[in-house]
């Protein structure tokens, strides 16, 4: 059986969630900020349309976005987080195979479908059950391989009379959206191999589809012979119904003010270790390594950069907030220098061993703490449930050190007391 492939990916996502419940802002521009309100990191079509660059400083186009009226977000990635999912519930529904790709992306296997039904008219039924039920535009684009679907998505966006969905499946077609496409619009060949690829006469999809195999393999690389024969509808990249695992977990933030005292950074070092070992227990590992680094700002004319880290193995793996936090803080000890003006601070975790796996020996000593797993295990369920949260007292002194998030949106899914009213 041919392969065939969906990419559902949603329009403007971030922008588009905020607009959900404000039916006030349908035309208005938007953009939406990153972590610390430093940067413009998401767009929607009308702020586009003004000319406003993606991760372009706040500081510099204020005057701008005031005088169009463009509003502005911080980052309220709980609610992205909760429409994301509900969107994936619906391809689910739809597809028996689904690879979740990004937030606001992902590849369906298509081979799955009736097929008595049209691919365009399947592709025109996802795009409107997703506004019906979730009310989030998307585009779809439809082909053989995953790098078409790429393209015939990347279609579905800039040509209008395609009405979002784009089906690649027909050579013909294939031929004349490659031709009329850069070569740096195709996935996995970024800016630098564009170049490259320019220099040798490679300036369209269709051009770099038509180049041999081996030469390009010689040339350049063997993930680039790969597109090459994905550009010819020959499909190498499998779905990926589950994602890979991670090898390291990484926690961090950026403080909302420039932090001096100890105590600051010790409760913003202990948020990033119950963070970073939830999401190594939703992994189902334990970690042995942990390490940690703080820095000040390197843009600071006043002062000297400072950065410095610390790492430490632990006797035996452990998923327990506990033991990591006592380590990091430990560690911490070590490396923090007073009157500095700390920017950020965080927690990484590596060297990962499934549950029961290490093999111990009569000189390490084990976590300190009983019924380490059924703790763990019950926080999660509460923190998870929207009912409460439960959180270790080194974070609890102060919130002067979070995120700066002046324009954040309620959470209007997962917040009781956030839930929109009529009234």
């Not at 977000?73 to 609610?79: D, G, R």
Request: proline content about 4%; aromatic content about 8%; hydrophobic content about 40%.
């Amino acid at each position: 059986m041919t392969p065939c492939f969906a990419l559902v990916d949603c329009n403007n996502f971030y922008a588009s969630c905020e607009r959900l419940f404000r039916p006030d802002l349908r035309g208005r521009p938007i953009v939406v900020l990153s972590n610390n309100d430093g940067c413009i990191v998401a767009r929607s079509a009308e702020a586009k349309a003004l000319g406003i660059r993606m991760a372009v400083p706040l500081f510099e186009v204020q005057e701008q976005l005031l005088h169009e009226n463009v509003q502005v977000f911080s980052s309220n990635y709980a609610l992205y987080g909760d429409i994301s999912a509900r969107v994936m519930n619906i391809l689910q529904q739809m597809v028996a195979d689904i690879e979740v790709y990004s937030i606001d992306e992902a590849f369906l296997d298509l081979n799955s479908i009736d097929s008595a039904s049209s691919l365009e008219v399947f592709g025109i039924q996802i795009k409107q059950r997703i506004q019906s039920w979730v009310g989030i535009s998307v585009s779809v684009g439809i082909a053989p391989t995953k790098t078409l679907a790429k393209l015939a998505n990347n279609a579905a966006k800039r040509y209008r009379k395609t009405a979002g969905v784009v089906d690649l499946t027909s050579q013909q077609r294939q031929e004349k959206l490659l031709n009329i496409t850069p070569v740096k619009d195709v996935w996995g060949i970024g800016s630098r191999l564009a170049k490259q690829l320019n220099n040798v006469g490679i300036d369209t999809a269709l051009q770099l589809a038509r180049s041999q195999p081996g030469w390009i393999r010689q040339q350049f690389s063997i993930s680039v012979e790969r597109t090459v024969r994905e550009l010819n509808g020959l499909s190498c990249i499998d779905m990926e119904s589950s994602p890979p695992a991670k090898k390291q977990i990484l926690c961090s933030r950026t403080f909302g003010v420039r932090v001096t005292d100890y105590k600051d950074i010790h409760a913003a070092l202990c948020k990033h270790c119950e963070r970073a070992a939830e999401k190594l227990r939703e992994q189902g590992k334990q970690a042995r390594a942990v390490s940690i680094f703080i820095k000040t700002s390197p843009f600071n004319p006043n002062a000297s950069y400072y950065r410095e880290s610390a790492s430490c193995i632990l006797d035996t793996p452990s998923h327990d907030t506990r033991d990591i936090t006592q380590a990091a803080i430990q560690l911490l000890k070590t490396i923090y220098k007073e009157d500095l003006l700390y920017m950020k601070a965080g927690v990484m975790l590596a060297d990962f061993y499934e549950s029961g796996t290490f093999q111990t020996t009569l000189w390490d000593k084990p976590s300190s703490f009983r019924n380490s797993t059924a703790l763990m295990q019950a926080i999660d369920k509460i923190n998870k449930s929207g009912k409460g949260h439960i959180c270790f007292a080194g974070q609890q002194r102060s919130n002067d050190w979070k995120m700066k998030q002046e324009k954040l949106s309620p959470a209007y899914t997962t917040r009781w007391s956030d839930i929109p009213s009529i009234r």
